[in-house]
């Protein structure tokens, strides 16, 4: 049933007046007025199955008889009298959780959901007592392999179907259903599907209530408390999604192992944001570590040669200074605020002798998913919408842009060599060693975006944050930084210098 926000009921939730829109359940209804009533199988996002019944709610009546029905599937009426947490309901719950639990394994102690189970809350919220089954438990398949990506515990799955309805109503591969019955109901990959080409599959990881679907990458990595979210945004394209990114809290940094493991993106997670992406985001977002952990430049050279980035600064302002003609390669994955910062420090060039023009640093890779109707978009860069409103859109002809200059700034990825002109000499500004290696006489490390804080603006106009998880090493400095010192900003450089000395110490 569809909700019509323009006409409000008015109905009562334990005893207290509240307003439910048309066509909203009581579950949908009460959660609006900051009431949670429990729920497994119900997501704000997904269709009703009713299979759970966690959400029994009572329902007063005038005859003094009330009433029973789970809150997920019963729309709300005008005067209706629902209680959440009366003696009956709660003992129904209890009752439930009894049940849910019966063939559920004791496993909390090494599942990758704790701390994040539905489940294991709602047993000491709504039972907290043991086991009233004298029956042994129903075992299953312990490691069943869905996909490349996601491995199944049956033992752990409580049938509510959340990762079935996902297959079909949102990424629409229909790639996942039940077989079989009652307490030997297994989910299974359908046999007319193949869950491997599901690029939105890891949502259902997050969706299940329990611990019965395991990411294969993250499996034991880390215990839930031990690592902190970062809002961010994934660069992964135009779209923009808003994301979590997950890394160890410092206070639980290992001091024996590979130090490397503190400074690592342990996951990625969708950031509910309707105005963007919703609950989900693709496979890509998930696997942002493939991107931003690649080998990185930490160290400025002048003439291919490591320099210190002082005079690797100087080196870069000379050339700049002394071009007739230059050209600056923008980056498509940087920050609204970094561009703003080139924009101001080349202000007076740019209406001169230098022109900008916006590249892709990204192009989509062998077998990627170009785009979608869901979220994924064709343009592989988080903020190419940004650079543009600032530098306007040249067209994608870098090497024309480049014919005649002597001086090229080149921000990011995205350039072939051998677009440049022969003649010209070359001031990359790049963060992985693979930038570092291309052609420059002067290279200067950059921060990649889990080093600083910024915004994007997606293909829709909408800008989302992002912030810092990590603080840089070696020579790493911020590009806004490196605009002001290399065309006169003391002070900037002052700033840029000091940072790499921090990034040296740690
Ligand atoms: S695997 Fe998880 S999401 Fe899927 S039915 Fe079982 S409990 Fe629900
Ligand atoms: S759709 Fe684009 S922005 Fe969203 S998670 Fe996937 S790659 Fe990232
Ligand atoms: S949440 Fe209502 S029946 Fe499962």
Redesign the pocket.
């Known amino acids: 049933m569809s909700i019509d926000p323009t006409v409000t009921i008015d109905f009562f939730i334990n005893g207290q007046p509240a307003t439910a829109f048309d066509g909203e359940t009581v579950i949908q209804a009460a959660r609006r007025a900051g009431v949670t009533v429990p729920h497994f199988c119900w997501h704000p996002n997904l269709s009703v199955p009713g299979n759970c019944r966690i959400c029994m709610v009572e329902v007063e009546s005038d005859n003094g008889d009330p009433w029973f029905d789970i809150g997920c599937n019963m729309p709300v009426t005008a005067g209706m009298r629902v209680l959440t947490e009366s003696d009956t309901v709660k003992k129904l719950r209890m009752d439930t959780m009894q049940f849910i639990t019966l063939n559920h394994p004791v496993d909390c102690g090494i599942c990758n959901k704790s701390g994040e189970c539905l489940l294991q809350d709602y047993h000491y919220e709504h039972n907290g007592k043991p086991s009233l089954s004298i029956d042994r438990k129903n075992h299953a398949t312990k490691f069943y392999p869905l996909s490349d990506r996601i491995m199944?515990d049956n033992e752990r799955?409580?049938?509510?179907?959340?990762?079935?309805r996902f297959t079909h109503e949102v990424s629409k591969t229909g790639a996942l259903g039940a077989v079989y019955r009652g307490d030997h109901s297994l989910?299974r990959p359908a046999e007319d599907a193949n869950f491997n080409e599901d690029v939105y599959s890891d949502n259902?990881i997050d969706?299940?209530?329990?611990g019965?679907?395991l990411s294969r990458e993250q499996l034991d990595h880390s215990r839930v408390w031990y690592t902190q979210a970062t809002p961010s945004t994934c660069p992964g394209c135009s779209r923009g999604c808003s994301i979590n990114v997950w890394h160890r809290k410092p206070e639980w940094a290992l001091k024996a192992l590979d130090p490397t493991l503190n400074v690592r993106v342990e996951r990625v997670t969708p950031i509910d944001n309707p105005d963007v992406n919703g609950p989900w985001i693709c496979n890509k977002g998930r696997d942002l570590a493939k991107i931003w952990e690649r080998e990185r430049a930490t160290e400025a050279t002048v003439g291919g040669v490591p320099s210190v980035l002082e005079a690797a600064l100087d080196r870069a302002a000379g050339l700049i200074a002394g071009a007739k003609k230059g050209v600056v390669l923008v980056s498509s994955w940087a920050s609204n605020e970094e561009l703003e910062a080139l924009r101001s420090a080349f202000a007076d060039r740019l209406s001169s002798n230098w022109s900008a023009r916006v590249k892709f640093d990204h192009v989509p890779q062998p077998g990627e998913t170009v785009e979608d109707d869901i979220l994924i978009t064709s343009d592989k860069n988080p903020n190419r919408r940004g650079a543009l409103a600032l530098f306007g859109d040249a067209g994608t002809d870098l090497a024309g842009a480049m014919l005649g200059a002597d001086v090229v700034l080149v921000w990011g990825e995205g350039v072939n060599d051998a677009d440049i002109p022969a003649g010209a000499q070359v001031v990359r500004l790049g963060s992985y060693a693979q930038d570092a290696a291309a052609r420059s006489d002067v290279f200067v490390p950059i921060s990649i975006q889990t080093e600083r804080s910024g915004h994007y603006t997606n293909v829709n106009g909408v800008i989302t944050a992002f912030a810092a998880c990590f603080a840089p090493k070696g020579s790493v400095v911020h590009a806004a930084d490196v605009f002001a010192a290399i065309t006169g900003n003391r002070k900037a450089q002052q700033r840029a210098l000091t940072m790499a000395a921090a990034g040296a110490a740690t």
Do not use: F
């Not at 799955?157 to 079935?164: A, E, H, L, N, W």
């Not at 969706?207 to 329990?210: G, K, L, T």
């Open positions: 199944l799955c409580i049938m509510c179907t959340r990762c079935v989910i259902v969706i299940c209530p329990v019965a679907l």
